[in-house]
Protein backbone atom coordinates (compact mmCIF):
# COMPACT_ATOMS: atom_id res chain seq x y z
CA UNK A 1 0.00 0.00 0.00
CA UNK A 2 1.64 3.15 -0.68
CA UNK A 3 2.67 5.38 1.75
CA UNK A 4 0.18 8.37 1.02
CA UNK A 5 -2.84 6.05 1.16
CA UNK A 6 -1.57 5.03 4.39
CA UNK A 7 -1.43 8.10 5.68
CA UNK A 8 -4.94 8.99 4.57
CA UNK A 9 -6.43 6.29 6.19
CA UNK A 10 -4.88 7.25 9.53
CA UNK A 11 -5.74 10.52 9.01
CA UNK A 12 -9.20 9.16 9.31
CA UNK A 13 -8.68 7.33 12.02
CA UNK A 14 -7.51 9.75 13.95
CA UNK A 15 -10.15 12.53 12.54
CA UNK A 16 -12.51 9.63 13.82
CA UNK A 17 -11.31 9.12 17.10
CA UNK A 18 -11.11 12.83 17.92
CA UNK A 19 -14.55 13.26 16.56
CA UNK A 20 -15.07 10.54 19.28
CA UNK A 21 -13.61 12.52 22.47
CA UNK A 22 -14.96 15.89 21.42
CA UNK A 23 -17.40 17.49 23.59
CA UNK A 24 -19.79 17.74 21.08
CA UNK A 25 -19.87 13.96 20.05
CA UNK A 26 -23.27 11.85 20.37
CA UNK A 27 -21.66 8.84 20.66
CA UNK A 28 -22.61 6.71 23.76
CA UNK A 29 -19.92 6.43 26.64
CA UNK A 30 -20.33 2.43 25.56
CA UNK A 31 -19.84 3.03 21.97
CA UNK A 32 -16.40 4.42 22.50
CA UNK A 33 -15.58 2.21 25.13
CA UNK A 34 -16.27 -0.91 22.88
CA UNK A 35 -14.37 0.81 19.84
CA UNK A 36 -11.60 1.55 22.31
CA UNK A 37 -11.31 -2.15 23.68
CA UNK A 38 -11.26 -3.26 19.95
CA UNK A 39 -8.25 -0.99 18.75
CA UNK A 40 -6.48 -0.81 22.26
CA UNK A 41 -6.12 -4.51 21.73
CA UNK A 42 -4.65 -4.41 18.43
CA UNK A 43 -2.09 -1.56 19.80
CA UNK A 44 -1.06 -3.98 22.55
CA UNK A 45 -0.07 -6.74 20.41
CA UNK A 46 2.30 -4.47 18.64
CA UNK A 47 3.82 -3.58 21.60
CA UNK A 48 4.52 -7.04 22.30
CA UNK A 49 6.21 -7.96 19.04
CA UNK A 50 8.16 -4.86 18.77
CA UNK A 51 9.48 -4.02 22.10
CA UNK A 52 9.80 -7.04 24.18
CA UNK A 53 13.40 -8.32 23.66
CA UNK A 54 14.46 -4.96 24.91
CA UNK A 55 12.08 -5.02 27.57
CA UNK A 56 13.67 -8.17 28.53
CA UNK A 57 17.32 -6.55 28.36
CA UNK A 58 15.98 -3.31 30.59
CA UNK A 59 14.31 -5.71 33.12
CA UNK A 60 17.24 -7.94 33.34
CA UNK A 61 20.03 -4.58 33.30
CA UNK A 62 17.56 -2.82 36.31
CA UNK A 63 17.87 -5.93 38.50
CA UNK A 64 22.09 -6.01 38.34
CA UNK A 65 22.28 -9.04 36.29
CA UNK A 66 24.78 -7.19 33.73
CA UNK A 67 26.76 -4.13 33.37
CA UNK A 68 25.82 -3.16 29.46
CA UNK A 69 23.51 -3.52 26.82
CA UNK A 70 26.35 -4.85 24.69
CA UNK A 71 27.23 -7.92 27.58
CA UNK A 72 23.00 -8.41 28.14
CA UNK A 73 22.65 -9.30 24.21
CA UNK A 74 25.67 -10.90 23.45
CA UNK A 75 25.36 -13.38 26.59
CA UNK A 76 21.49 -13.79 25.89
CA UNK A 77 22.04 -14.59 22.80
CA UNK A 78 24.55 -17.38 23.27
CA UNK A 79 22.85 -19.07 25.76
CA UNK A 80 19.26 -18.70 25.16
CA UNK A 81 19.13 -17.93 21.41
CA UNK A 82 15.95 -15.59 20.27
CA UNK A 83 13.73 -17.45 22.63
CA UNK A 84 15.74 -15.48 25.59
CA UNK A 85 14.83 -12.51 24.39
CA UNK A 86 10.82 -13.09 24.35
CA UNK A 87 11.17 -14.92 27.82
CA UNK A 88 7.71 -14.11 29.60
CA UNK A 89 6.27 -12.72 26.73
CA UNK A 90 3.46 -15.20 26.59
CA UNK A 91 2.35 -13.15 30.29
CA UNK A 92 1.86 -9.97 28.15
CA UNK A 93 0.86 -11.92 25.02
CA UNK A 94 -1.93 -13.95 27.43
CA UNK A 95 -3.09 -10.06 29.22
CA UNK A 96 -2.70 -8.10 26.08
CA UNK A 97 -6.61 -8.36 25.38
CA UNK A 98 -6.87 -7.14 29.32
CA UNK A 99 -4.38 -4.63 29.76
CA UNK A 100 -4.38 -2.56 26.20
CA UNK A 101 -8.28 -2.98 26.09
CA UNK A 102 -8.62 -1.30 29.73
CA UNK A 103 -6.04 1.22 29.02
CA UNK A 104 -7.71 2.87 25.71
CA UNK A 105 -10.87 2.02 27.52
CA UNK A 106 -9.77 4.13 30.15
CA UNK A 107 -8.16 6.45 28.48
CA UNK A 108 -11.97 7.31 26.30
CA UNK A 109 -14.09 7.15 29.35
CA UNK A 110 -11.70 9.57 31.24
CA UNK A 111 -11.54 11.69 28.35
CA UNK A 112 -15.42 11.75 27.83
CA UNK A 113 -16.50 12.42 31.53
CA UNK A 114 -13.65 14.58 32.11
CA UNK A 115 -14.98 17.08 29.22
CA UNK A 116 -18.15 17.00 30.33
CA UNK A 117 -17.52 17.15 34.19
CA UNK A 118 -15.01 20.26 33.61
CA UNK A 119 -16.93 21.95 30.67
CA UNK A 120 -15.40 23.09 27.28
CA UNK A 121 -12.11 23.83 27.16
CA UNK A 122 -11.78 27.46 27.12
CA UNK A 123 -8.43 27.86 24.55
CA UNK A 124 -10.08 25.96 21.73
CA UNK A 125 -13.58 25.87 20.31
CA UNK A 126 -13.83 22.23 18.74
CA UNK A 127 -14.23 20.46 22.11
CA UNK A 128 -10.11 19.47 22.54
CA UNK A 129 -9.36 18.71 25.92
CA UNK A 130 -6.94 21.47 27.93
CA UNK A 131 -3.62 20.91 29.41
CA UNK A 132 -5.26 20.47 32.66
CA UNK A 133 -7.87 17.85 31.49
CA UNK A 134 -5.52 15.98 29.53
CA UNK A 135 -3.12 15.39 32.37
CA UNK A 136 -6.10 14.43 34.64
CA UNK A 137 -7.66 12.26 32.21
CA UNK A 138 -4.23 10.23 31.63
CA UNK A 139 -3.35 9.83 35.36
CA UNK A 140 -6.91 8.47 35.70
CA UNK A 141 -6.36 6.25 33.08
CA UNK A 142 -2.97 5.04 34.27
CA UNK A 143 -4.68 4.26 37.57
CA UNK A 144 -7.24 1.80 36.70
CA UNK A 145 -5.17 0.15 33.83
CA UNK A 146 -2.46 -0.56 36.49
CA UNK A 147 -4.93 -2.83 38.35
CA UNK A 148 -4.66 -4.78 34.85
CA UNK A 149 -1.10 -4.34 34.26
CA UNK A 150 0.59 -5.18 37.35
CA UNK A 151 0.18 -8.97 37.52
CA UNK A 152 0.80 -9.28 33.73
CA UNK A 153 4.03 -7.30 34.59
CA UNK A 154 4.90 -9.46 37.42
CA UNK A 155 5.02 -12.71 35.88
CA UNK A 156 7.24 -11.36 33.36
CA UNK A 157 9.93 -9.66 35.20
CA UNK A 158 9.61 -12.98 37.08
CA UNK A 159 10.53 -15.04 34.34
CA UNK A 160 12.60 -12.35 32.90
CA UNK A 161 14.79 -12.81 35.79
CA UNK A 162 15.67 -16.36 35.07
CA UNK A 163 18.68 -16.45 32.99
CA UNK A 164 19.56 -19.86 31.77
CA UNK A 165 23.24 -20.51 32.14
CA UNK A 166 24.12 -23.75 32.87
CA UNK A 167 20.69 -24.67 34.26
CA UNK A 168 20.49 -21.78 36.41
CA UNK A 169 19.78 -18.04 36.45
CA UNK A 170 22.08 -14.98 36.49
CA UNK A 171 22.54 -14.96 39.95
CA UNK A 172 23.07 -18.54 39.99
CA UNK A 173 19.87 -19.93 41.58
CA UNK A 174 17.98 -22.93 39.89
CA UNK A 175 15.40 -22.04 37.38
CA UNK A 176 11.82 -21.15 39.69
CA UNK A 177 9.30 -21.46 36.88
CA UNK A 178 8.53 -23.35 33.73
CA UNK A 179 6.58 -20.59 32.26
CA UNK A 180 3.81 -18.04 32.27
CA UNK A 181 0.80 -20.24 33.86
CA UNK A 182 3.21 -22.65 36.00
CA UNK A 183 4.59 -19.17 37.51
CA UNK A 184 0.86 -17.93 38.21
CA UNK A 185 -0.45 -20.95 39.73
CA UNK A 186 2.56 -21.40 42.01
CA UNK A 187 1.98 -17.63 42.96
CA UNK A 188 -1.94 -18.47 43.95
CA UNK A 189 -1.12 -21.07 45.60
CA UNK A 190 1.82 -19.88 47.43
CA UNK A 191 0.53 -18.07 50.92
CA UNK A 192 -0.73 -14.20 50.06
CA UNK A 193 -2.69 -15.95 47.11
CA UNK A 194 -4.01 -13.80 44.98
CA UNK A 195 -2.07 -10.86 46.95
CA UNK A 196 0.91 -12.11 45.66
CA UNK A 197 -0.02 -11.39 41.78
CA UNK A 198 0.11 -7.82 43.44
CA UNK A 199 3.34 -7.66 44.69
CA UNK A 200 5.21 -4.05 44.13
CA UNK A 201 1.45 -2.95 43.42
CA UNK A 202 2.35 0.35 44.80
CA UNK A 203 5.21 1.35 42.72
CA UNK A 204 2.97 0.33 39.98
CA UNK A 205 0.80 2.63 41.15
CA UNK A 206 3.30 5.57 41.54
CA UNK A 207 4.65 5.52 37.88
CA UNK A 208 1.22 5.02 36.14
CA UNK A 209 -0.22 7.85 37.78
CA UNK A 210 2.60 9.96 37.04
CA UNK A 211 3.71 8.73 33.69
CA UNK A 212 0.73 8.10 31.86
CA UNK A 213 -0.98 11.57 32.40
CA UNK A 214 2.16 12.56 30.50
CA UNK A 215 1.99 9.88 28.24
CA UNK A 216 -1.17 10.95 27.12
CA UNK A 217 -0.86 14.29 27.23
CA UNK A 218 2.29 14.59 25.37
CA UNK A 219 0.80 12.51 22.59
CA UNK A 220 -2.39 14.35 21.95
CA UNK A 221 -0.21 17.84 21.89
CA UNK A 222 2.17 16.46 19.84
CA UNK A 223 -0.61 15.28 17.88
CA UNK A 224 -2.33 18.53 17.86
CA UNK A 225 0.52 20.75 16.91
CA UNK A 226 1.47 18.60 14.17
CA UNK A 227 -1.73 18.95 12.78
CA UNK A 228 -2.05 22.50 12.92
CA UNK A 229 -1.40 23.38 9.47
CA UNK A 230 -3.93 20.21 8.30
CA UNK A 231 -7.62 20.30 7.95
CA UNK A 232 -9.78 20.16 10.81
CA UNK A 233 -9.10 16.39 12.33
CA UNK A 234 -7.18 15.23 9.54
CA UNK A 235 -3.37 13.62 10.70
CA UNK A 236 -1.39 11.95 8.13
CA UNK A 237 0.54 8.66 9.79
CA UNK A 238 3.82 10.30 10.05
CA UNK A 239 2.25 12.61 12.70
CA UNK A 240 1.11 9.69 14.47
CA UNK A 241 4.10 7.95 14.42
CA UNK A 242 6.27 11.17 15.22
CA UNK A 243 3.77 11.70 18.18
CA UNK A 244 3.53 8.19 19.36
CA UNK A 245 7.23 8.05 19.39
CA UNK A 246 8.09 11.01 20.92
CA UNK A 247 4.98 10.54 23.86
CA UNK A 248 7.08 7.18 24.91
CA UNK A 249 10.07 8.96 25.23
CA UNK A 250 8.31 11.71 27.71
CA UNK A 251 6.64 8.90 29.39
CA UNK A 252 9.87 6.72 30.10
CA UNK A 253 11.97 9.71 30.56
CA UNK A 254 9.60 11.04 33.49
CA UNK A 255 9.04 7.83 35.42
CA UNK A 256 12.09 5.91 34.68
CA UNK A 257 13.77 4.89 38.40
CA UNK A 258 10.26 4.11 39.95
CA UNK A 259 9.99 1.69 37.04
CA UNK A 260 13.64 0.53 38.34
CA UNK A 261 11.91 0.57 41.81
CA UNK A 262 8.91 -1.26 40.81
CA UNK A 263 10.92 -4.39 38.91
CA UNK A 264 13.59 -4.94 41.68
CA UNK A 265 9.96 -4.77 44.15
CA UNK A 266 8.08 -7.79 41.81
CA UNK A 267 11.36 -9.68 41.27
CA UNK A 268 12.08 -10.29 45.41
CA UNK A 269 10.92 -13.00 47.03
CA UNK A 270 7.50 -14.19 46.95
CA UNK A 271 7.76 -14.17 51.09
CA UNK A 272 6.86 -10.78 52.45
CA UNK A 273 9.37 -11.27 55.64
CA UNK A 274 12.18 -12.24 53.26
CA UNK A 275 11.98 -8.86 51.06
CA UNK A 276 14.09 -5.91 51.18
CA UNK A 277 12.07 -3.21 49.95
CA UNK A 278 8.60 -3.09 51.61
CA UNK A 279 7.47 -0.32 49.95
CA UNK A 280 8.47 2.74 47.54
CA UNK A 281 10.09 4.94 49.65
CA UNK A 282 11.96 1.72 51.50
CA UNK A 283 12.84 0.61 48.28
CA UNK A 284 14.36 4.26 47.18
CA UNK A 285 16.58 4.92 50.16
CA UNK A 286 17.81 1.40 50.44
CA UNK A 287 18.73 1.59 46.61
CA UNK A 288 20.39 4.72 46.57
CA UNK A 289 22.20 4.86 49.68
CA UNK A 290 23.96 0.87 48.79
CA UNK A 291 23.84 1.71 44.96
CA UNK A 292 24.13 4.94 44.69
CA UNK A 293 21.64 7.06 42.47
CA UNK A 294 22.86 5.88 39.11
CA UNK A 295 21.47 2.66 39.80
CA UNK A 296 17.86 4.09 39.65
CA UNK A 297 18.90 4.83 35.77
CA UNK A 298 20.41 1.32 35.15
CA UNK A 299 19.08 -0.10 31.84
CA UNK A 300 17.62 3.26 31.04
CA UNK A 301 19.50 3.67 27.21
CA UNK A 302 17.77 0.11 26.71
CA UNK A 303 14.67 1.34 27.45
CA UNK A 304 14.82 4.65 25.27
CA UNK A 305 16.46 2.64 22.71
CA UNK A 306 12.99 0.71 22.05
CA UNK A 307 10.44 3.29 23.30
CA UNK A 308 10.28 5.37 20.28
CA UNK A 309 9.91 2.29 17.93
CA UNK A 310 7.55 0.57 20.13
CA UNK A 311 5.10 4.00 20.67
CA UNK A 312 5.30 4.78 17.55
CA UNK A 313 3.98 1.67 16.14
CA UNK A 314 1.30 1.19 19.11
CA UNK A 315 -0.39 4.27 18.74
CA UNK A 316 -0.02 3.71 14.41
CA UNK A 317 -2.14 0.08 15.36
CA UNK A 318 -4.43 1.70 17.54
CA UNK A 319 -5.34 4.65 14.90
CA UNK A 320 -5.44 2.52 11.79
CA UNK A 321 -7.65 -0.38 13.90
CA UNK A 322 -9.78 2.32 15.15
CA UNK A 323 -10.27 3.51 12.23
CA UNK A 324 -11.52 0.38 11.05
CA UNK A 325 -13.95 -0.76 13.55
CA UNK A 326 -15.73 3.18 13.69
CA UNK A 327 -18.18 2.58 10.71
CA UNK A 328 -19.14 -0.96 12.03
CA UNK A 329 -20.57 0.58 15.22
Not at 103 to 130: E, H, N
Not at 301 to 327: G, H, K, M, Q
Amino acid sequence: MPDNQVGDEVGEAAQSAVAAAAIGSDESPFRIGLKDIIAGSARGVAQVFVGHPLDTVKVRMQNGGFSSISQCLAQTARHEGLYGFYKGATSPLAGVVAYSATLFLAYGQSRYWVSRLWGQSPDTADGQLSIAQLLVAGAVTGMFAGLVESPIDLLKAKLQMQYSHSGGTSSGKPTQYRGTFDCARTLLRSEGGLRNLYQGFDATLTRNLFGSAIYFASYDLLRRQLSVHLSEGELRAQHVVTAGGLAGLAFWTSIYPFDTIKSRMQTEATERSLRRYPNVLAALRTIVREEGARALWRGYSACIARAFPVNASCFLAYEYTRRWVDPLF
